[in-house]
């Protein structure tokens, strides 16, 4: 089936680094790839959708210079988080998607802590 | 606007049978999907509709009805590892993945 790999899986880290998140799709070819924050007991909640070579689009609220994502081939994203600080503490996910209409498929998360 | 109706949670007892109700208001549809969240761990795919009528996989069968903008989730022989939350989430004229706020089911022995 298909598999989507997301690395690191734990990042703790202090207030005003940069992290940057890997997204894989290991054996399909992603030509749309998803980012998703999820707080503690709360719904999924898109951020952003990235299309391979072209500029992601971002959710409502969402600061595009505080996130970057980089789609730069079909089987990687990347999510940079600029700066962050203890509010941006959550868990990440990436999943993504090979043909139209198909299942997103999601990578394992990444958990961000901010001290 | 675009709508995913589905109860926020449920008890099932282990070896019995639930259905997992949804119901969806979109632009346009392309099909539904269901996924299993277990708590701290990323969602996985489980099912996709995009024809009216019930498709069965194993102890999971899922139904759609376009007519009615309604899926259930049926899931037979509950197992303690059953317990999760299930996300139900429509596939707009778009493309765009329109998401409930998922299911958590409770399994009691």
């Known amino acids: 089936g298909a598999v989507v790999s997301q690395h690191p899986s734990w990042v703790i880290c202090k207030s005003g680094t940069s992290v940057k998140i890997e997204c894989r799709s290991l054996d399909f070819q992603a030509t749309t790839m998803f980012w998703y924050r999820q707080f503690p007991k709360q719904s999924l909640m898109l951020m952003a959708t990235?299309?391979?070579?072209?500029?992601?689009?971002?959710e409502q609220g969402v600061e595009k210079d505080k996130f970057l994502i980089n789609h730069a081939s079909l089987t990687l994203s990347t999510l940079t988080v600029t700066s962050a600080h203890p509010e941006d503490s959550s868990f990440y996910i990436c999943?993504?998607?090979?043909?139209?209409?198909?299942?997103?498929?999601f990578g394992d998360g990444t958990r961000l802590s901010i001290l | 606007g675009q709508n995913i109706d589905q109860p926020t949670e449920m008890t099932a007892t282990e070896g019995a049978i639930v259905q997992i109700n949804c119901t969806y208001q979109t632009s346009g549809f392309n099909g539904l999907f269901w996924y299993q969240q277990h708590a701290g761990e990323a969602p996985t795919f489980l099912s996709y509709?995009?024809l009216d009528g019930l498709e069965e996989k194993g102890r999971f069968s899922s139904f759609l009805s376009r007519s009615k903008g309604y899926s259930y989730l049926l899931l037979k022989e509950l197992q303690m590892k059953d317990s999760a939350s299930y996300l139900c989430?429509?596939?707009?004229?778009?493309?765009?993945?329109?998401w409930g706020a998922g299911t958590k089911l409770i399994i009691k022995p």
């Open positions: 999943s993504a998607r090979g043909r139209i209409p198909g299942p997103q498929h």
């Open positions: 989430a429509a596939l707009d004229s778009n493309y765009q993945l329109i």
């Open positions: 509709n995009v």
């Open positions: 990235s299309n391979e070579g072209s500029k992601a689009t971002y």
